[in-house]
């Protein structure tokens, strides 16, 4: 069973970037995987934000972008804002039938 | 707008049974594959289950295979997830969600089911 890492923790200034990581146990993360990046505020559902790796949702704040880096999914929040305070949980997809998360990384913006 | 109201969640002893239903509108669900998600209580997201539009050959993860069943019927825009041989380790709050290019497009508040005795 392949495992997906994430940062347990980051903190950001406001105003300023941070990167985000999504790496798996198998190797490097490629677009095969289709990473996927969701937003979760607590007692609240989670909300999507990057899909297919790169991808935007119609509501997903400019500021968020989705790459591949250094054989890592990652999500780059340029500019934070104090809502972006959250935990943010990444996916990758192995097959249609072995999807796995990362245990997610809580992102304080102070 | 879109809509995934899940219900069915409550409080069954291990080895017992519980059915989750999930209210779509909003959307063409009769098009779009679906999926169940869930969360134990202080933890990640855990990927469950996947069915297509048609409702033919749904995809389970290991830890509920042969235990959960998704269906769902098209005619009243409903998923359903069937769980059986319920354990401790299946308490969570479990999500439904509209699939979108084998990510996750649009997700329910959520139902909790707690396993205890």
């Known amino acids: 069973q392949a495992v997906v890492t994430q940062e347990p923790s980051l903190t950001v200034s406001p105003g300023g970037t941070v990167t985000l990581t999504c790496g798996s146990s198998?190797?490097?993360?490629?677009?095969?995987?289709?990473a996927y990046w969701c937003q979760q505020k607590p007692g609240q559902a989670p909300r999507t934000l990057i899909y297919?790796?790169?991808n935007k949702h119609s509501w997903t704040p400019a500021r968020f972008s989705g790459f591949l880096l250094g054989g890592k999914a990652a999500l780059i929040l340029s500019g934070a804002q104090p809502e972006d305070e959250a935990d943010y949980f990444c996916?990758?997809?192995?097959?249609?039938?072995?999807?796995?998360f990362g245990g997610g990384t809580k992102l304080t913006v102070l | 707008q879109v809509q995934l109201v899940e219900s069915g969640g409550g409080v069954v002893q291990p080895g017992g049974s519980l059915r989750l239903s999930c209210a779509a509108s909003?959307?063409?669900?009769?098009?779009?594959?679906m999926h169940w998600v869930r969360q134990a209580p202080g933890k990640g997201l855990e990927w469950v289950t996947f069915?297509?539009?048609?409702?033919?050959?749904?995809y389970y993860a290991d830890s509920v295979k042969g235990r959960f069943t998704i269906s769902r019927d098209n005619s009243k825009n409903m998923l359903f997830l069937q769980m059986d041989s319920l354990r401790a380790e299946d308490t969570a709050v479990f999500y439904c969600?509209?699939?979108?290019?084998?990510?996750?497009?649009?997700w329910g508040q959520g139902a909790l089911v707690i396993v205890s005795s």
């Open positions: 969600a509209k699939d979108l290019v084998w990510g996750l497009e649009y």
């Open positions: 996916l990758l997809s192995y097959s249609v039938d072995r999807r796995v």
């Open positions: 069915v297509r539009s048609d409702g033919k050959n749904p």
């Open positions: 297919d790796t790169s």
């Open positions: 909003g959307f063409s669900f009769s098009t779009s594959n």
């Open positions: 198998t190797g490097a993360v490629t677009s095969g995987h289709h």
